[in-house]
């Protein structure tokens, strides 16, 4: 396992440490647990906070996106695992300056579980957290059940609206609606060409095979809907965008944020020659692309992929996406 | 080979077009040359114009860099090979005000070759081009024979300094110093885990062994000091720390900044975890980092790997780094 790792058991530990010292102007590490991470400045009077969770090897997800503008602290798990109810507790904790807490995660089994849980524990405190639960992998469940389908990209921009709304002096629940919004607004689609390992186990816990591709996979290497033979960037591109597309019902003249976020171990010239096809098959629905983003946002340790989110957007989604943030994940 | 291309010969061809497509706002394609990137307010009056140019599959390096108070245009070569006299001279008069172009680029045979002919073109037109050579890279030749050592991702804070210096109104002499400076204050190193490949080739064209490590290794594979067998994150860190501080010789209570760039394939938690290390040994040395760049700012395709570079930082170096940009590399 050619990787920079110390024991494979303490890679989201060694990670944190390594994290809050390159971040140390816009991040901490909580004082109360070694799980959470807390924007520099948080709590800010009079602000509701706005905070995540998820499980680590997404990086830079979840934590990079806690900064200004955006999240002010995130819930840490061990890798692919959800944080704890405690974890996202004191994330909460940190972040509330009395105005409550909104809690913007992923649609996954222990994320859902352990997020209830704190939301009770909360209450006790005086605190109260509402939430939104991201749904934005199409492939993950039919159209018409859409809340059984799982969080992935579309959460940046969840992250982003309602981290941008948190900070415009919203209340919690104008943050929560249009948080909520946002995610709505959003569907994803994943393809793996080959799978991720986690250190302590040192071989893959999926496959895919050499010259085929996973349509519809998860970030922890979720079975997609269909195994392919692999085809040209151009006619996989058009695939994922047919997919978002045709299940988001957009109409001509809509305006779309467009995100293409490689998987990890995936070089980025590709993920442009993807985003070649991509906005020519959304621009031939007449469908205007209003900002695309391009890079490793949100990641699956080494897997070797990319997913497709689009984002309709109005001009509030709009103005809230344009708003300036600063997080260690888009450093320069 | 599990990859996102259509031709493997057009790779580049296919990542410009997807690039300008991604990144319309902030960048055009040269309508007299399709392998040269420029800003979309170049050349911009009474400015220097502030160019760079070199081999594909760096990405986001080197058009990602292109924007705001950074660099004006640049020219792209194929993949690991030089852009053309031509692209060079282009990239030049596409943002030439008047004022002259500083050309701020890496120490590689064909790079020096193609700038000196695009350098008297250029002054057959009367276009007045300064260069600054980047030769950050420690371990490809002794500390007396500095300008026999490569640009890697010193590059960057290269093109940085003197973008943001260039914003400001400077003089062209005043370019060129400042960009030199930049590039005298960084060192940078490369490890190596595993190689990468050519799209078009097929397979690598070098090899590491499994469970082995090249330290020293270059951005396209070129040999390093040593091959040693892969240790802990936190040995690896602190080497690499030692290789670039050691050159560097600087005393305690300097001021530097920090970047750790990933290879490609290398995940992002890896690189925090050796960012714990690497801040560990220069905080061990007295020295103050200033700020501290994780990501995969300057890759090698897929290559499994990581760069470190450190720069030693005065008042006008910090104040120059801190200049907001805005550009594709880092969008958000």
Redesign the interface.
């Known amino acids: 396992m050619?990787?920079?790792?110390?024991d494979p058991d303490e890679?989201?530990e060694?990670?944190?440490?390594?994290?809050v010292?390159?971040?140390a102007?816009i991040v901490r590490l909580s004082e109360e647990n070694s799980r959470v991470i807390v924007a520099k400045d948080a709590p800010v009077d009079g602000k509701v906070g706005v905070i995540t969770g998820g499980g680590?090897?997404h990086?830079?997800a979840f934590l990079?996106y806690t900064g200004q503008n955006l999240l002010d602290a995130v819930a840490v798990g061990e890798l692919f695992s959800s944080p704890t109810a405690k974890s996202f507790l004191d994330a909460a904790k940190a972040c509330n300056s009395g105005k409550g807490v909104v809690c913007l995660y992923g649609n996954y089994a222990g994320d859902n579980m352990n997020v209830k849980m704190a939301i009770k524990l909360a209450a006790k405190e005086g605190i109260e957290i509402a939430t939104v639960v991201a749904n934005d992998d199409v492939c993950s469940a039919a159209p018409d059940e859409r809340e059984k389908r799982r969080g992935v990209a579309g959460e940046i921009f969840m992250w982003?609206c309602g981290g941008a709304k948190a900070a415009e002096g919203a209340s919690l629940e104008e943050v929560r609606e249009t948080a909520q919004k946002a995610i709505d607004s959003c569907r994803s689609v994943g393809v793996g060409?080959?799978p991720c390992t986690l250190p302590a186990v040192g071989h893959p816990n999926f496959s895919?095979e050499?010259d085929t591709?996973e349509v519809g996979i998860g970030h922890h290497g979720e079975p997609g809907v269909r195994v392919e033979p692999?085809k040209?960037?151009?006619e996989?591109?058009k695939e994922m965008a047919n997919i978002v597309l045709d299940d988001h019902g957009l109409e001509e003249g809509a305006e779309v944020a467009?995100l293409?976020s490689g998987l990890?171990?995936?070089?980025?010239?590709?993920?442009?020659?993807?985003?070649?096809?991509i906005?020519?098959e959304i621009a031939a629905r007449g469908i205007t692309i209003h900002?695309?983003?391009?890079?490793?946002y949100f990641?699956s340790?080494?897997m070797?992929g990319?997913t497709l989110t689009v984002m309709a957007l109005d001009d509030e989604m709009k103005r809230l996406l344009d708003v300036d943030?600063r997080?260690?994940?888009?450093?320069?």
Chains 1, 2 share one sequence.
């Open positions: 050619q990787r920079f790792v110390n890679v989201v060694d990670t944190l440490k390594g994290f010292k390159a971040h102007d680590s090897g990086e830079p990079g982003k060409l080959a895919i050499p591709m692999l040209t960037a151009a996989v591109g467009v293409i990890g171990a995936t070089p980025l010239d590709e993920l442009y020659i993807l985003n070649d096809a906005s020519e900002k695309t983003y391009v890079g490793n990641t340790l080494d070797v990319a943030v997080c260690p994940a888009r450093l320069l």
